[in-house]
Nanobody
Framework: QLQLVESGGGLVQPGGSLRLSCAAS????????IGWFRQAPGKGREGVSCISSSGGITNYADSVRGRFTISRDNAKNTVTLQMNSLKPEDTALYYC??????????????????WGQGTQVTVSS
């Protein structure tokens, strides 16, 4: 059974960078997309960026496009989210999640059925 573990969160000043990692284990197939989602206090969960099983398809929320980059290394079973030019509004609990079958964009949160526990990102001076 696929398990996901996030790491790399922390406290960073506005304009700084963080690199989040999502490590997958317990699944022999690579046929799953991975998405990064976030949830700020008092707000709903939103899709940040998603990547297809091969890495050939990516999408980003408008709020992070040009600042965040998603990538995956199937040999290491890892998906990385590089976050640059961070803003206070990026503060949230960040989760990675897996979607099986045809690639679904991050906006279709219900398609992502296997979730990690999350890692906190705080952007503050």
């Amino acid at each position: 059974q696929l398990q996901l573990v996030e790491s790399g969160g922390g406290l960073v000043q506005p304009g700084g960078s963080l690199r989040l990692s999502c490590a997958a284990s317990g699944f022999t197939s690579e046929n799953y997309a991975i998405g990064w989602f976030r949830q700020a206090p008092g707000k709903g969960r939103e899709g940040v960026s998603c990547i297809s099983s091969s890495g050939g398809i990516t999408n980003y929320a408008d709020s992070v496009r040009g600042r965040f980059t998603i990538s995956r290394d199937n040999a290491k079973n890892t998906v990385t989210l590089q976050m640059n030019s961070l803003k206070p509004e990026d503060t949230a609990l960040y989760y990675c999640a897996a979607s099986f079958g045809p690639f679904r964009a991050c906006s279709i949160i219900s398609a992502y059925t296997r979730w990690g526990q999350g890692t906190q990102v705080t952007v503050s001076s």
